[in-house]
């Protein structure tokens, strides 16, 4: 029989992982006990280090996309790591590496942005193969760091399904060390296994797409409710961008609210998930 690895809880899957991002991420979930990671989409550092310090304690991850930031400045990257300590969260940057394992090594260590050297999980697209593991993990594993492979995506008529998203799982297990899970709609379990053979990979499924008020934007964005996501698809981390700041990022009270309002709904579809009966 397989492992059921979504009935346990985050604090007992830390022993499936080997990879000290994956662990760091499991065990604040299991500390703070939220399953909750807020994907930080402005584009002004003033409010991008405002909402995080405001959101900070309700997340267990915090989601960049710092290439968006217009006055960007590498003491921001201070900031950041001093908000991660003060609130106990880790750093995920939404880099989607897509390119030969030389140009992502780079990306991922140089440039402007030195990505590798503060974010403690980023992510990749499979399409150029498992060279883009190689590439990534040549810079991430020395320092820690952990990659996420982009099985599916969040929106209308996403490529990333069928037999793309199986060879997508086929890579990860074959890159065990650096690669600690996927960001998906649904859990990976059984994806591209052959009948019969048991599937002991506990990979980390981390889902954007996540709304409690709408169903999607105007732009192809796809949202279901986090206990679609937790309940219904055994997802592990509900990723909420605008739905917790998007009314206006200088309403402090309001983020807050909201903040809390989906760590909540995340954490009790968590626990019905972990106490729903075998059947
Ligand atoms: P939203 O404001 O909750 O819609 O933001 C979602 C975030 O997750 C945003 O940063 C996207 O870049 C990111 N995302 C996504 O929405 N869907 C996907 O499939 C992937 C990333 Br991969």
């Given at each position: ?153 969040s ?54 797409g996540v709304g409690l008020?709408t169903k999607g934007d105007?732009?192809?964005q796809q949202y279901r409710t ?17 739905g ?36």
């Open positions: 029989m397989e492992k059921t690895f979504s009935r346990q809880t985050y604090g007992q899957r830390i022993q499936n992982h080997s990879n000290p991002a994956a662990k760091m991420l499991l065990e604040i979930m299991e500390r703070k006990k939220t399953n909750l990671a807020v994907s930080v989409d402005v584009t002004r550092s003033k409010d991008f280090i405002a909402i995080i310090d405001t959101v900070g304690p309700f997340v267990c991850l915090v989601k960049t996309h710092i290439d968006i930031i217009e006055d960007f400045d590498f003491s921001l990257i201070k900031q950041l790591q001093d908000l991660s300590d003060k609130h106990d969260f880790a750093i995920f940057e939404d880099r989607k590496f897509a390119d030969i394992g030389n140009t992502v090594a780079l990306q991922y260590s140089s440039g402007v942005h030195k990505i590798a050297s503060w974010s403690h999980i980023t992510n990749a697209h499979p399409v150029p193969g498992p060279s883009i593991i190689s590439g990534l993990s040549s810079v991430g594993l020395p320092l820690g760091r952990g990659l996420l492979l982009l099985a599916e995506m929106t209308k008529g996403a490529l990333a399904v069928g037999t793309y998203t199986e060879e997508a799982v086929r890579m990860a297990r074959a890159h065990r060390d650096f690669v600690v899970g996927f960001i998906a709609q649904r859990t990976m379990k059984g994806v591209g296994m052959q009948d019969n053979v048991t599937d002991n990979d506990d990979f980390l499924i981390l889902t954007p008020d105007a732009m192809g986090p206990r679609q996501v937790i309940v219904d698809s055994e997802c592990d981390v509900i990723i909420v961008g605008r917790i700041y998007g009314k206006d990022p200088s309403l402090v009270d309001e983020i807050r609210a909201q903040a809390k309002r989906y760590m909540d709904a995340g954490w009790e579809a968590y626990q019905e998930r972990i106490s729903a009966p075998v059947v």
